[in-house]
């Protein structure tokens, strides 16, 4: 099973987006010339993140965003953010990001309802986040003019480290019970 595991290791490497289990299967029986089962894929990637546990690497296969990806782990994050601090240089805005949690939320949207909900134009907001890749045209509403709606893009999820769009905050998660009046029944 070494071998599986070097072409696995290979392939998740070389893939510029996280790779599907499917696409990794598929690859591998064509490659390899024989059948190789998902269950197989699964196992040798456990074994591979297991041997780079053992040996100390800083990165390991993680399944995120529908795939597999090598990631640095989380106690290097402090290092690798320093590094992405001073290699980025453009933030996206209060606004841009409020633009952008507007359409995770309520995608797919359009960019009137948008405005709708903030309360200011979003045409510039709208299009750095298209240029970032972080929201993509959905398609066009069913309604007078058939405007574009927008929602979050594969990049997004990558970038906020979710495999669904159903894995982002819920507003109960931000509840502060500090300000509940009353008391809540069991």
């Given at each position: 099973?070494?071998?599986?595991?070097?072409?696995?290791?290979?392939?998740?490497?070389c893939a510029q987006s996280p790779i599907t289990i499917e696409e990794l299967q598929r690859c591998?029986?064509?490659?390899?010339?024989?059948?190789?089962?998902?269950?197989?894929?699964l196992e040798s990637i456990e074994e591979i993140n297991e041997r780079l546990t053992e040996t100390g690497f800083a990165f390991q296969i993680y399944a995120i965003g529908?795939?597999?990806?090598?990631?640095?782990?989380?106690?290097?994050?402090?290092?690798?953010?320093?590094?992405?601090?001073?290699?980025?240089k453009k933030k996206l805005s209060a606004s841009s990001l409020e633009t952008l949690a507007i359409i995770a939320y309520k995608q797919p949207i359009t960019r009137t309802a948008v405005e709708q909900i903030r309360g200011v134009g979003c045409d510039y907001a709208i299009h750095k986040l298209l240029e970032k890749e972080l929201i993509e045209i959905k398609g066009k509403a069913d309604t007078i003019g058939r405007p574009v709606l927008y929602g979050t893009s594969q990049k997004f999820m990558d970038?906020?480290?979710?495999?669904?769009?159903?894995?982002?905050?819920?507003?109960?998660?931000?509840?502060?019970e500090e300000n509940m009046i009353g008391e809540v029944a069991d």
């Amino acid at each position: 099973m070494n071998i599986l595991q070097n072409h696995i290791q290979a392939l998740v490497f070389c893939a510029q987006s996280p790779i599907t289990i499917e696409e990794l299967q598929r690859c591998l029986t064509e490659a390899l010339g024989l059948e190789v089962l998902v269950s197989d894929v699964l196992e040798s990637i456990e074994e591979i993140n297991e041997r780079l546990t053992e040996t100390g690497f800083a990165f390991q296969i993680y399944a995120i965003g529908g795939g597999y990806q090598f990631l640095t782990k989380p106690e290097y994050q402090d290092t690798v953010g320093v590094y992405l601090k001073q290699k980025s240089k453009k933030k996206l805005s209060a606004s841009s990001l409020e633009t952008l949690a507007i359409i995770a939320y309520k995608q797919p949207i359009t960019r009137t309802a948008v405005e709708q909900i903030r309360g200011v134009g979003c045409d510039y907001a709208i299009h750095k986040l298209l240029e970032k890749e972080l929201i993509e045209i959905k398609g066009k509403a069913d309604t007078i003019g058939r405007p574009v709606l927008y929602g979050t893009s594969q990049k997004f999820m990558d970038y906020f480290g979710i495999n669904h769009i159903k894995d982002l905050p819920q507003l109960k998660d931000f509840a502060s019970e500090e300000n509940m009046i009353g008391e809540v029944a069991d």
